[in-house]
């Protein structure tokens, strides 16, 4: 009987989490298999960012505009990238469910973020961006093998970069300022990476503004133009779709919140 019980005990301290682990829910704790995508995608931008600064320096002919060309390329691959993660965002917010195939997952998640926003804070970091890796990794991978273009290769970097970091972006921009560390916190400030108080606005009624989130320097330009307005009156009279944000505000994908009377 004792030796049962401290077979009991040991099995007990065996599967007892670790206490940075304790208080996470199994969907915000990181797995191999997360770390993994994320190293592939790590690995992929890297190789594309070195491989161009190797092809710029290797070349027969140096001059100022051979660095100024990936330099330029480079930050192109940043601001489509803001572009690309707004268009996305925006269709998977208002498009689709949970048995939508491929895409699914990512839909009912950003459904569930609309409901509970702060939720993202606490996801570790491979877990929140193992998803956006695996696309970096499937597509700069064969970029790196077959191109030689330092230019392109500048592009690819950059703009897989910034994919893939953008939901580690996006989750700072739900997080008290206090707690981001202080460089994050300075390009939040400076508008190099999604700030708070313009992705606050997204997650106010009705729900269909401010979708970029790299940077969010296209929000203000897609706003303004009705751009997002346009294309769901093309896919409702293509389609016959609707999308969410057309919706009530109280419907079940946006914020859940609380009124409590005054007794």
Request: proline content about 6%; aromatic content about 12%.
């Amino acid at each position: 009987m004792a030796a049962e019980l401290e077979f009991q005990q040991k099995k007990s301290a065996i599967i007892k989490p670790s206490p940075q682990h304790e208080n996470q829910e199994s969907w915000q704790i990181s797995t191999w298999a997360h770390r993994a995508w994320f190293t592939s995608g790590c690995a992929a931008v890297l190789v594309s960012l070195s491989k161009s600064v190797l092809l710029t320096a290797g070349a027969s002919t140096i001059s100022s505009w051979s660095w100024l060309q990936p330099t330029f390329a480079a930050f192109v691959g940043y601001v489509a990238a803001d572009l690309a993660t707004g268009i996305y965002h925006w269709a998977i917010d208002n498009y689709g469910g949970a048995a939508t195939p491929i895409f699914g997952s990512q839909i009912d998640a950003f459904q569930s973020h609309h409901r509970h926003p702060s939720a993202i804070t606490k996801r570790q970091l491979s877990n929140n961006l193992h998803i956006p890796a695996a696309f970096v990794t499937a597509v700069a991978l064969p970029v790196n093998v077959v191109s030689g273009d330092p230019v392109l290769l500048a592009f690819a970097g950059a703009f897989a970069g910034c994919v893939m970091f953008s939901q580690q972006f996006h989750a700072w921009a739900h997080a008290p300022k206090w707690k981001l560390p202080p460089l994050v916190a300075a390009l939040q400030d400076a508008g190099v990476i999604l700030g708070r108080v313009q992705h606050a606005a997204h997650h106010r009624p009705p729900y269909n503004s401010n979708y970029c989130i790299v940077s969010g320097v296209w929000n203000r330009v897609l706003d303004k133009s009705k751009f997002f307005t346009a294309a769901e009156v093309v896919v409702e009279w293509v389609v016959g779709y609707q999308p969410r944000s057309w919706s009530e505000p109280n419907s079940g994908w946006t914020q859940k919140i609380q009124i409590q009377g005054i007794n």
